[in-house]
């Protein structure tokens, strides 16, 4: 039995709409860069092919349509830091506000609402890029030692438990968003501090969230998969009009807008889900003492959020421990 309400969820996210049709421009703008842009590597490289035989076109065309999705690809890694800042973690916060039964303030679009609490609790881009990565490391070596425990059973044949280790690990995605949505729900102000007490609460209820998460995720490739099949027959049909071999082109297209629409619709669900399931299972309750000795003996990425966490508080307040290094990703002085 699964420990979300499938109603609340969709409903949480009816009342988000505002912000899904945002999240779907986005990705649908991400889709169309790409498509763009392998479309433009295509055609210069089958131009620059032409002056060779068709070997040189083919291999040409190939080598073009790599060579734009690769730069398309690099843009996208520029702007990864917006994307979660304003995209991600602002859907998050107007998700929390209903879930928590609060209005949105009249007058302000969703969007602009939201900006403005990810502005107040991450001053800056970069520092919340930080936290999700240390997020995603400190997860990484939680879901590890499941994948041990899974490795020494004899009992369950090899295949099967490559199978639910590629299960799990894919099932801990939205592990930081929520995580993030913890800082935003409970006003946190040291984002180091918050994130390191929610990864601990995260790590002493993990078999619970783990069983929600292992489903929803399962589901979730269920739904793209329908995407793949629907999308499959227009972007084919569209390329039947021309006269010549696409290739490769129309299963880039329709994987990457898969992807896309996992992004806008798909993810949204699943992350809404699992955020009802982390606050179901641990409200009321306090970090471990336990857990918390166990991620730091084994997880360098959890020391570092203590030390950033402590250095934090040191930097706003003024305190001597204030670290000494330029290029500490902490913000200035308060």
Same mark, same amino acid.
């Given at each position: 039995m699964m420990d979300f309400k499938l109603g609340t969820v969709i409903s949480t996210l009816w009342?988000?709409?505002?912000?899904? $049709?945002f999240r779907f421009l986005i990705y649908f703008a991400i889709t169309l860069a790409y498509v763009i842009g392998t479309g433009t590597g295509a055609g210069i490289g089958w131009t620059i092919g032409s002056a060779g035989d068709e070997q040189s076109q083919?291999?040409?065309l190939m080598y073009g349509m790599f060579g734009g999705f690769a730069v398309v690809s690099g843009v996208l890694y520029y702007v990864r830091e917006y994307l979660l800042y304003m995209v991600k973690a602002g859907h998050i916060a107007v998700i929390?506000?209903?879930?928590?039964?609060?209005?949105i303030p009249s007058g302000k679009s969703q969007i602009t609402y939201a900006q403005g609490i990810v502005k107040e609790r991450f001053k800056e881009a970069s520092v919340l890029f930080l936290v999700d990565q240390a997020i995603k490391k400190v997860v990484?070596?939680?879901?590890?030692?499941?994948?041990?425990?899974?490795s020494f059973l004899p009992i369950i044949p090899k295949p099967i438990v490559n199978f639910i280790n590629t299960v799990v690990k894919n099932s801990?995605?939205? &592990?930081?968003?929520?995580?993030?949505?913890?800082?935003?729900?409970?006003?946190?102000?040291?984002?180091?501090?918050?994130?390191?007490?929610? &990864? &601990?609460?995260?790590?002493?209820?993990?078999?619970?969230?783990?069983?929600?998460a292992v489903f929803v995720t399962i589901f979730s490739w269920i739904l793209t998969l329908l995407m793949v099949i629907i999308?499959?027959?227009?972007?084919?049909?569209?390329?039947?009009?021309?006269?010549?071999?696409?290739?490769?082109?129309?299963?880039? $297209?329709? $994987?990457?807008?898969s992807i896309s629409i996992k992004a806008a619709i798909i993810d949204p669900f699943a992350m809404t889900a699992l955020m009802q399931v982390f606050f179901k299972v641990t409200e009321g309750?306090?970090?471990?003492?336990?857990?918390?000795?166990?991620?730091?003996?084994?997880?360098k990425k959890f020391r570092e959020m203590k030390d950033k966490a402590a250095a934090w508080v040191s930097s706003k307040f003024g305190g001597k421990d204030k670290p000494q290094n330029p290029d500490a990703d902490l913000?200035?002085?308060?």
């Open positions: 009342k988000t709409k505002e912000f899904m $049709i083919a291999t040409g929390m506000k209903h879930m928590d039964g609060e209005k990484k070596f939680i879901t590890g030692l499941f994948s041990g425990i899974m801990v995605t939205y &592990v930081d968003e929520i995580i993030l949505a913890y800082n935003i729900r409970n006003e946190v102000d040291n984002p180091w501090e918050g994130s390191k007490k929610a &990864v &601990v609460l995260y790590a002493q209820n993990y078999k619970t969230f783990l069983k929600n999308l499959w027959a227009p972007v084919t049909a569209m390329f039947a009009i021309g006269n010549f071999d696409p290739g490769y082109l129309p299963l880039i $297209i329709i $994987i990457v807008a309750q306090e970090p471990n003492p336990e857990w918390e000795a166990k991620l730091e003996k084994g997880s913000p200035p002085q308060a």
